[in-house]
């Protein structure tokens, strides 16, 4: 019995976060990178439901093999949607640099001011 909740809760979950990958397309704009890590997802979901056959069935090799190979398709979509998810987050990075400048240099101007004004004759 407890097999099953946990074959069970396990698939939920990957058709969850496949679910939710795709919604990420809205925040990031990432469409291609979202999309194949979410047909990865699903291709999980996939090998778990062909796991639980195996167990049910006898014919455990066939199934196996199976298993594998979407355990390699799974791993090529997952590296091709990081490597296209990954200039998204490097933009992030620059950005949150580039931000901090500016904050340091406000700073740096509201400091001179500050001088300035404190300095200037009455």
Known sequence: ?????????????????AIYALLLIRITGRKSAWILISMAMVLMTSRRIVSFVSILTSDKR??????????????????????RIKSYFWAI???AIE??????????????MEAVIENAPT
């Open 99 to 112: 931000r901090k400048k500016v904050e340091e240099a406000l700073q740096e101007s509201k400091t001179i």
């Open 62 to 83: 066939f199934t196996y093999e199976i298993s594998e190979i979407i355990a390699l398709i799974i791993a090529f979509l997952m590296l091709l949607g990081v490597l």
């Open 93 to 95: 990075k620059s950005a």
């Open 1 to 17: 019995m407890i097999p099953v909740v946990i074959f069970l809760l396990s698939i939920g979950m990957q058709l969850a976060a």
